[in-house]
Nanobody, 123 residues
Framework: QVQLAESGGGLVQAGGSLRLSCAASGSIFSINAMGWYRQAPGKQRELVATITSGGSTNYADSVKGRFTISRDNAKNTVYLQMNNLKPEDTASYYC?????????????????WGQGTQVTVSS
């Protein structure tokens, strides 16, 4: 089994910064793409940013220039640096990763999700 564990959420004033972390653990062989999504109350989950194993990144237009996604492959961890936060960034943030791991002794690839971390930006 593999797990993703997020940390770093909290309450911040508009214009402030937060850094989210998401660490993968378990019988991991390799990790391909990793990403961050968010879901505000009453809204659908939306893509925030993704990063490939080679470091190529993709961002939602709403966060370009303010958020930066990065990863540490040695630590199986993905980060989201969020600067100049706005009230509309308030949401639960979820990380995901395409992980090749071992299940009953056989390699399988699955998309795993973290449990989410709350980010609240006050005006």
């Amino acid at each position: 089994q593999v797990q993703l564990a997020e940390s770093g959420g909290g309450l911040v004033q508009a214009g402030g910064s937060l850094r989210l972390s998401c660490a993968a653990s378990g019988s991991i062989f390799s990790i391909n793409a990793m990403g961050w999504y968010r879901q505000a109350p009453g809204k659908q989950r939306e893509l925030v940013a993704t990063i490939t194993s080679g470091g190529s990144t993709n961002y939602a237009d709403s966060v370009k220039g303010r958020f930066t996604i990065s990863r540490d492959n040695a630590k199986n961890t993905v980060y989201l640096q969020m600067n100049n936060l706005k009230p509309e960034d308030t949401a639960s943030y979820y990380c995901n990763a395409d992980i090749k791991h071992y299940s009953s002794g056989y390699p399988v690839t699955s998309r795993e999700w973290g449990q989410g971390t709350q980010v609240t930006v006050s005006s």
